[in-house]
C-alpha cells in the first residue's frame, strides 16, 4: 500500500452481489444493495490516455476543468485482454463467473504482481449505483479466473479486473467488459446526497468534497452507538479503501488513504484520510470500505464533485444501504 493518492479511474460499471468465495487469492467483499446488510470482506488509477485500462499514478490531477482519463472502458490494452467466459447469467441464481486475462499472443496470463496483498482485483457495480462489490477469485494453474456469483436483480452490469502482470515493465491495467443478468429489469434512480450513511450499527460520517480536475480531501470519520471507533484493523495494507463512480457513465476512481498503518503517525481511526481528483463534475457515488472486529464493512455516500459536504448532511435512503456478505476468514483474509 503505498502512501497518499493513488487513483484509478475506469468508467462504466454495473452491479452484482457474489456468494461466497474460496481457494487461492480468494476473497468476499464488502456489498452495497437495497437491503439491510450484514458483514463482510477493495483497489485501481488512471490511465495515459482516456478510455484506457488504468493505470496506477500518484496524486495525478489535471488542470482545473479538465477532465482526467478514465480507465477500464477498453476490453483490450497494452497487449492483454479480458477474456470474460461467462458474459450473461440469471438474476439471483448462483452461477460461476469465468474469465482470464491473455496476452497479444492470445495466451491466459498466469504471473501477475501481487499489489494491495492480491494479484487481481475484481470491481462490479451496477448502472444505477445502488449495488457495490469489490471480490477477489481464485485463479486456477491455467490462468483461468473464476468465482461464485449471484447477482439481485436483472439488467447490465460491467465486470473490471484491475491488474499488473509480472513480466518487466508491465503496467498497471484496468480492463473491463459487459455482463447480462437476465429476469424482470427495475432501474433505480440515484440515491439523495448524503454525509452521513449507516452500516451494521456503525455510522460514518463525510466531510469534504470532490472538486473537478484538482486535488481535495475527504475525511470519513467511523463511530459506533455514539462513540469514535479507535481500533480500526488494516484490510489490505490500509484502514480505509474509497471508491468514487460517476453517475451516468460510471467513470471509475479508486482512492487510497493518506497514510499507512505502521508508517507511525497514521491512527487506527476514527479518522481516514484521502485526496482524490474528479475528472470532471457530476454526481458521484462512494464506497468505503472499512474493517472493525474482523468484518469489512461498506459504507456509501452520494456526492456532487464541486460542492464541499459538511458532517451535519440530511441522512437518505442511501445511507440506509449496508454491506453484505460473510465474515471474514483468518486463511485467506476474505479481502480484496
Excluded at 121 to 130: E, Q
Excluded at 224 to 249: E, F
Excluded at 264 to 289: E, H, W
Amino acid at each position: 500500500m503505498h502512501t497518499g493518492v493513488k487513483i484509478t479511474a475506469f468508467a462504466a460499471a454495473l452491479a452484482a452481489t457474489f456468494g461466497t468465495a474460496y481457494g487461492v487469492g480468494q476473497g468476499i467483499d464488502p456489498v452495497v444493495a437495497e437491503r439491510e446488510p450484514a458483514s463482510h470482506d477493495t483497489h485501481a488509477e488512471p490511465s495515459p490516455e482516456p478510455g484506457g485500462g488504468g493505470g496506477h499514478a500518484e496524486g495525478e490531477s489535471a488542470t482545473e476543468g479538465q477532465s482526467l482519463p478514465a480507465g477500464g472502458l477498453q476490453i483490450s490494452e497494452n497487449g492483454y485482454t479480458l477474456d470474460l467466459k461467462t458474459s450473461r447469467i440469471e438474476a439471483r441464481q448462483r452461477a460461476d463467473l469465468r474469465f482470464s486475462i491473455r496476452d497479444e499472443k492470445g495466451r491466459a496470463v498466469t504471473t501477475y504482481k501481487r499489489e494491495h496483498e492480491k494479484e487481481l482485483h475484481l470491481i462490479v457495480a451496477s448502472r444505477d449505483l445502488v449495488t457495490y462489490r469489490h471480490l477477489h477469485p481464485t485463479r486456477a494453474a491455467d490462468g483461468t479466473w473464476s468465482i461464485p456469483v449471484e447477482v439481485p436483480r436483472a439488467g447490465g452490469y460491467r465486470v473490471f479486473a484491475d491488474f499488473t502482470p509480472a513480466r518487466k515493465g508491465a503496467e498497471n491495467l484496468t480492463l473491463g467488459a459487459d455482463l447480462a443478468a437476465s429476469g424482470p429489469y427495475e432501474p433505480k434512480g440515484l440515491p439523495a446526497a448524503s454525509a452521513t450513511a449507516k452500516v451494521d450499527g456503525y455510522e460514518v460520517k463525510l466531510a469534504g468534497g470532490l472538486r473537478p480536475g484538482a486535488a481535495g480531501e475527504l475525511e470519513l470519520n467511523v463511530s459506533r452507538g455514539g462513540k469514535p471507533v479507535t481500533d480500526l484493523q488494516p484490510y489490505l495494507g490500509a484502514y480505509g479503501h474509497l471508491v468514487a463512480l460517476r453517475s451516468g457513465d460510471l467513470a471509475y476512481l479508486h482512492v487510497h488513504p493518506n497514510g499507512e498503518p505502521g508508517d507511525g503517525k497514521t491512527r487506527s481511526g476514527p479518522g481516514i484520510s484521502f485526496t482524490a481528483t474528479a475528472p470532471s463534475p457530476g454526481a458521484y457515488r462512494l464506497f468505503l470500505d472499512f474493517k472493525h472486529q474482523g468484518v469489512v464493512r461498506t459504507a456509501a455516500f452520494t456526492v456532487h464533485a464541486g460542492r464541499a459536504t459538511g458532517g451535519n448532511g440530511e441522512h437518505s435512503e442511501a445511507a440506509e444501504e449496508t454491506a453484505e456478505g460473510t465474515t471474514e476468514g483468518t486463511s485467506d483474509g476474505h479481502g480484496h
